[in-house]
């Protein structure tokens, strides 16, 4: 079940290496979506069943909706008040948490949601008396499914790594947008009424994200020409006057020279003098 100017550019792409590279603390995924799916899990053994895998395992007590068991990590927790817009419905509650849970959880994908949980879900199911695998079940009952939950199935397919990732790097051009878009919506059953709409919505999305990303760039080229500018005209207001010259001469006189290049020490001006020679040599090229 799949729910899911030109120095600074190396810099910028290995910014963006390091961050593909951060390891997914499977731990702390599968706390984060216990938080959403296993409440009262220690009294119910069917709990992740109940609310994230299948209606026919029964419902879960009403008084239970509600975080994880005290004493649990509230780090990766999703709070109680955030709980309160969880579907009730296992499967969309199962696609909300993983959305939750990947931007809580640094470095987590949709795949490692399915790789971590499902099998925690499966044996839930079984404690319930269920045995069909988890993508039998949800095919069963996923036949019409709500506008937002069909939205957040195709969004956490869709900004998968090995799809276009979340800031939509690899979707660039239209037709890699559509080619994954279409692998996710083909995946999502229950949503072919919804198709069209969550498509308009997502190519909005991915055009904000690259034009902010290019934004972003120009910007930090902009300051870097602006700094050099600035550089570049004090330089050259140094050299209209000498003063970086006298001031180099200045420097060396005072920790250099044991007489500081005073009054009858002449020789040791002209050393500073010749010392500082290659300023002329600097200044006749600046532009």
């Known amino acids: 079940m799949k729910k899911q100017t030109l120095f600074l550019l190396p810099l910028i792409l290995l910014g963006f290496d390091a961050y593909a590279a951060t390891a997914c603390s499977r731990a702390n995924l599968t706390r984060c979506l216990d938080s959403v799916c296993a409440i009262n899990v220690s009294s119910n053994p069917a709990a992740r069943c109940q609310y994230c895998g299948t209606s026919g ?154 034009k902010n990303a290019e934004n972003v760039l120009n910007q930090i080229i902009a300051s870097h020409q602006n700094t050099r500018a600035s550089k570049i005209k004090s330089i050259q207001a140094g050299c209209a006057d000498n003063s970086a010259r006298d001031t180099c001469v200045r420097t060396i006189c005072e920790r250099n020279m044991p007489n500081r290049c005073g009054d009858g020490f002449e020789t040791e001006q002209s050393v500073a003098l010749q010392l500082c020679k290659f300023y002329d040599v600097a200044c006749a090229t600046v532009d």
């Open 57 to 210: 395992a029964g419902t879960p007590p009403k008084n239970a909706m509600r975080s994880v068991s005290v004493g649990a990590s509230a780090k990766y927790n999703i709070s109680d008040k955030e709980l309160k817009k969880a579907p009730s419905d296992p499967g969309e509650r199962y696609a909300w948490a993983t959305t939750q849970c990947i931007k809580k959880v640094s470095g987590c994908t949709a795949d490692d949601v399915t790789d971590t949980y499902d099998e925690l879900i499966e044996q839930s199911c079984t404690a319930a008396g269920i045995s069909a695998k988890m993508e039998q079940t949800l095919t069963d009952i996923s036949k019409e499914k709500s506008k937002s939950a069909c939205d957040s199935e195709i969004r956490v397919c869709l900004i998968a790594d090995n799809h276009c990732t979340a800031d939509y790097r690899n979707c660039t051009a239209d037709a890699d947008f559509d080619k994954y878009f279409s692998a996710c919506g083909i995946n999502a059953s229950g949503c072919d009424s919804y198709i069209s709409d969550i498509r308009k919505t997502l190519i909005a999305d991915r055009d904000t994200k690259i």
